[in-house]
């Protein structure tokens, strides 16, 4: 019964938008939801999204919690960190500071969730304005391999890769979770394995 009812309703991914104020986390998040360009859009708090979409053929949802980029308070931060599946952290390349400061949330990420191995790509927004770049793409390159992660250059303006970050999270969070399960099924099978049939012995 519950496998029917888990067919039944679509994969539900969770995906944070981190990294400083005014790099375009929000644009992203808008294009990505509803197809259009918001240029001046400043969230004063979290605000969060759901949408489905068909994912390599597959119906799945999508929730996206867009967070402020100026959150003051540790604990609420960590809370955001603490439920979501995957992040986006998000840098303008017209702005060095913004790619600097994505070093601190990559550190906080990692101290809430205590895993290297959670689903992350780095993205240097704003691509369409290379002519302001401060961000050089070798440099963007060099800390994502470092982190032993994607990164990749987006504009929400263009639309450039702003689905391919999205699709390409998601498929890391998806296969987080097989290997997951994968690994609790086959911790619940080995005690079945250990157990040896014992020979009686006719005296």
């Not at 992040?87 to 290297?116: N, P, Y």
């Not at 998601?170 to 005690?191: C, H, L, V, W, Y």
Request: aromatic share 8%; with cysteine.
């Amino acid at each position: 019964m519950t496998s029917k009812k888990g067919a039944a309703s679509p994969s539900l991914h969770k995906v944070i938008m981190v990294g400083s104020g005014g790099v375009g986390k929000s644009a992203l998040t808008l294009q990505f939801m509803y197809d259009e360009f918001v240029e001046d859009y400043e969230p004063t708090k979290a605000d969060s999204y759901r949408k489905k979409v068909v994912l390599d053929g597959e119906e799945v949802q999508i929730d996206i919690l867009d967070t402020a980029g100026q959150e003051d308070y540790a604990a609420i931060r960590d809370n955001y960190f603490r439920s979501g599946e995957g992040f986006l952290c998000v840098f303008s390349i017209t702005e060095d500071e913004s790619f600097q400061a994505t070093q601190e949330f990559r550190e906080q990420i990692l101290r809430v969730k205590g895993d290297e191995t959670i689903p992350f790509i780095l993205v240097g927004n704003k691509s369409d304005l290379t002519d302001r770049r401060a961000v050089t793409l070798a440099n963007a390159r060099a800390q994502a391999e470092e982190w032993k992660v994607p990164y990749v250059e987006t504009s929400a303006k263009t639309r450039e890769n702003v689905a391919k970050v999205f699709f390409d999270l998601m498929r890391e969070i998806r296969a987080q979770k097989m290997d997951t399960e994968g690994n609790s099924k086959s911790k619940k099978d080995k005690p079945r394995k250990k157990i040896k049939c014992c020979k009686c012995a006719i005296l």
